[in-house]
């Protein structure tokens, strides 16, 4: 595997339901993020994580749990969500703070997420 | 606070034509990176095309070029000899070349969707 990948790629559940995204680094990067992509809304940063530590949380609902074991994994956990957090959710990651880099970020394929 | 501003939602190109991307962006940083990112329909982000505000010069990447205006605060996206698969969302992104808890995050535009006419 190579780049950025991500599992499941497409998820159906229930409001009641309980479940998990993966998404897994392999360019040796020590940020990771995960966004959330909405018809015709613009790109939503949900979380950022520097070197393991959780270094932004953008106003998120607490229903979306995310979780950084080291810097090469990332997951989102999801708990009694809502018809209207149906959306791609997308993982990034990218070689933060290094002198001289552009830090750009390599994305996942992302997980088409549907609530019923 | 920076912001990116894609004012095209949509925009059309004949195959083989060359078609322009606008993007403006407002910022007090006088170094920062900035990048195109293309988003086929099959979803995956893949970066087409950056570059550092302190370089004079305009990046390329074969086909793709960006006519970047510091002055302006602006920084299109040029497609020449456009294809089928070029055909996609296409967003603009700012990163500030500053150290801080939220120095590796991007701020995108709302996106371009390019259509690419046979």
């Known amino acids: 595997e190579t780049g950025v990948t991500q599992t499941p790629r497409h998820l159906v559940m229930g409001m009641t339901n309980k479940k998990s995204l993966k998404c897994e680094q392999h360019?040796?990067?020590?940020?990771m993020y995960w966004y959330k992509q909405s018809a015709k809304k613009p790109l939503e940063l949900m979380f950022v994580?520097?070197?393991?530590?959780?270094?932004e949380n953008n106003s998120v609902p607490s229903r979306f749990s995310p979780e950084c074991p080291n810097s090469s994994h990332l997951f989102l956990h999801l708990h009694t969500l809502q018809p209207e957090d149906s959306a791609l959710y997308l993982c990034?990651?990218?070689?933060?703070?290094?002198?001289?880099?552009?830090?750009?970020?390599?994305f996942g394929p992302g997980t088409r997420l549907t609530v019923l | 606070a920076q912001t990116v501003t894609q004012s095209q939602p949509e925009m059309s190109v004949q195959e083989a034509e060359t078609v322009t991307l606008s993007c403006t962006y407002d910022?007090?940083?006088?170094?920062?990176?900035l990048f195109w990112y293309k988003q086929p329909p099959s979803r995956q982000m893949i970066l087409v095309i950056r570059?550092?505000?302190?370089?004079?010069q305009n990046a390329t990447e074969n086909r793709f070029s960006v006519n970047f205006q510091k002055a302006a605060k602006s920084f299109s996206l040029k497609i020449s000899d456009s294809q089928l698969g070029d055909a996609a969302m296409y967003f603009c992104?700012?990163?500030?070349?500053?150290?801080?808890?939220?120095?590796?995050?991007?701020?995108f535009g709302k996106g371009t969707k390019l259509s690419v006419k046979p």
């Open positions: 990034a990651s990218s070689q933060a703070r290094a002198a001289g880099s552009y830090g750009e970020q390599f």
């Open positions: 360019l040796g990067h020590n940020a």
């Open positions: 994580y520097n070197f393991k530590e959780q270094t």
């Open positions: 910022t007090s940083e006088s170094d920062y990176y």
């Open positions: 570059q550092e505000a302190y370089k004079q």
């Open positions: 992104a700012y990163r500030t070349a500053g150290y801080g808890g939220s120095q590796g995050n991007l701020i």
